[in-house]
């Protein structure tokens, strides 16, 4: 099954996608081939809706 959906947000430089190191700290990334990839947009909603308000970050399609 392909992954349908990332989590984003926008910053003055441009959209930012979420990835998460290898101590599980949620970092953002300016490209989205690094973003962390959720196979369903709840998934991915969740995982939104878990980071601080100041974040303010959502869930959106994965491109291809």
């Not at 947000?9 to 953002?28: F, I």
């Amino acid at each position: 099954m392909a992954f349908a959906a990332v989590v984003a947000r926008t910053s003055p430089q441009g959209m930012e996608y979420l990835v998460h190191n290898n101590k599980g700290r949620a970092e953002w990334a300016a490209t989205a081939d690094r973003a962390d990839r959720f196979q369903t947009f709840r998934d991915a909603t969740r995982e939104a809706m878990r980071l601080p308000s100041t974040m303010r970050a959502y869930a959106l399609p994965a491109e291809s």
